[in-house]
């Protein structure tokens, strides 16, 4: 894909997507139309929503999808009520919807405040504003990327001539999208001895993403870089990885990932935050880059849909308050989980545990909480205890209780592939 967006910056092409069917009303809030290639192929279904908070009942929420029609195989898309709590979002049935040669506009108002996003159709690029001041805007700089499903060819046969091909003529080999550019690894990938393969071909699915009058984001937790985020030559990554005594000031990935970032439009007459969350859980990387007043990212995963959410503020909290209503809002914190918790990998055994418990109360350190990490199990089976270093666990609990304390174990979502383990069958 870098290839890609280096060949479009060197040359100056134009996108090959444009709008083949405009969008019309959709349901409760949404209007959808399809998209379609210069380059010919399927087409890509388009489906814009407009959304409340649930809060306030505002206007600034904007979801954009788009998707393969008719696709040679599903794409994955995450379940409802999985990422995003589809049973609660509240989509503006007010929404009105206007349609002219050269796009189509979608306006939610509610009180004073006004939300607009703006389809235009050739070449295809979306534009979100609120109150009359653009926020961010998709595809302005021809980036957009959907690798759409296509038969593995056989090295013994020669693909015949599309509909209505000159005789004689060879059959198109483009699809307009980075494969065009870059046609190694397409099937498989090699990391070393490891082999990576891909049966379905590639499926790559990425868009550029402005955000005006702006010069400060912030977001993609996890990585360990400071606040407003810095420029690297290399883009980052959001895969979740378990890294030991990880580098400060890179874009590597950590523990976690959330495909979210804040934008101040401080360059603005009148300063705004926006927010946009990205929905896609395969490995995704994303590129920053400020210039000409405008902070310009690109955002790229290895499959699944395009699924984005805008939020247009226009504070901070405000943005905080969309991404919770789609997202959902976090359950109250536990009492005890306010107070220090004491975790470090590992604990050797209970000795281990006694030891440390000891210590806090002969310093007069408070605590309320001390974790095991996963060596207290057996051969790093969850809900497991290993019988030599931790042979009495009720005891040992029972005896941090007495102090009005509590231990947790860590269970991570990943579960050792062992047939012999009745949790894993």
């Known amino acids: 894909y870098r290839k890609y967006v280096a060949d479009v910056q060197a040359t100056g092409k134009e996108t090959p997507w444009s709008v083949a069917a405009p969008l019309a009303a959709a349901g409760p809030g949404a209007a959808a139309g399809e998209i379609e290639s210069a380059h010919g192929g399927g087409r890509l279904s388009v489906k814009v929503t407009a959304l409340k908070d649930v809060l306030r009942g505002e206007c600034g929420i904007t979801r954009i999808e788009i998707d393969e029609v008719n696709a040679l195989f599903p794409r994955y898309k995450i379940p409802d009520n999985d990422v995003v709590v589809t049973a609660a979002l509240v989509p503006d049935e007010g929404l009105k919807i206007s349609l002219d040669a050269a796009s189509t506009t979608l306006i939610s108002a509610t009180g004073a405040s006004e939300c607009k996003t703006v389809v235009t159709h050739k070449p295809f690029g979306v534009e979100v504003s609120r109150d009359g001041q653009v926020i961010q805007s998709f595809n302005s700089q021809k980036l957009m990327n959907f690798e759409r499903y296509r038969p593995k060819p056989e090295a013994s046969t020669t693909p015949a001539p599309s509909e209505g091909a000159a005789e004689g003529a060879a059959a198109p080999t483009t699809f307009g999208d980075a494969t065009d550019i870059d046609t190694k690894d397409l099937r498989e990938e090699n990391f070393g001895s490891h082999q990576d393969t891909k049966p379905r071909g590639p499926a790559a699915v990425a868009l ?5 009058d702006s010069s400060h984001v912030v977001g ?3 990585h360990a870089v400071k606040l407003d985020l ?3 030559k290399e883009p980052y990554r959001l895969y979740n990885l378990d890294v030991f005594e990880y580098a400060l000031d890179r874009e590597m ?4 990932q959330v495909p979210i970032v804040m934008a101040v439009h401080d360059g603005a007459a009148k300063p705004t935050a926006s927010g946009f969350l990205w929905v896609n859980p395969s490995e995704t990387f994303v590129n920053i880059k400020r210039e000409n007043g405008k902070a310009h990212t690109w955002w790229l995963s290895e499959s699944g849909v395009i699924d984005m959410f805008v939020f247009s503020g226009p504070t901070p909290q405000d943005v905080l308050t969309q991404y919770h209503s ?5 359950a109250p914190t536990p009492l005890f989980g306010l107070g220090k918790q004491q975790c470090r990998w590992n604990y050797r055994d209970e000795d281990d545990v006694r030891m440390v418990d000891k210590n806090f109360d002969k310093y007069d350190i408070p605590y309320d909480v001390i974790w095991l990490d996963i060596e207290h199990t057996v051969d790093k089976k969850y809900f497991t205890w290993h019988k030599t270093y931790f042979p009495t666990p009720k005891t040992m609990i029972d005896n941090i209780s007495s102090k ?3 231990m947790v174990t860590i269970v991570d979502p ?3 592939k062992d047939e012999g383990d009745q949790v894993f069958k």
């Open 208 to 212: 550029d993403v402005a955000f005006h």
């Open 220 to 222: 993609l937790p996890e």
């Open 230 to 232: 810095p420029e690297f």
């Open 253 to 256: 990935s950590l523990y976690g």
């Open 326 to 330: 789609v997202a959902g809002f976090p």
């Open 404 to 406: 009005k304390r509590k």
């Open 414 to 416: 990943h579960i050792k």
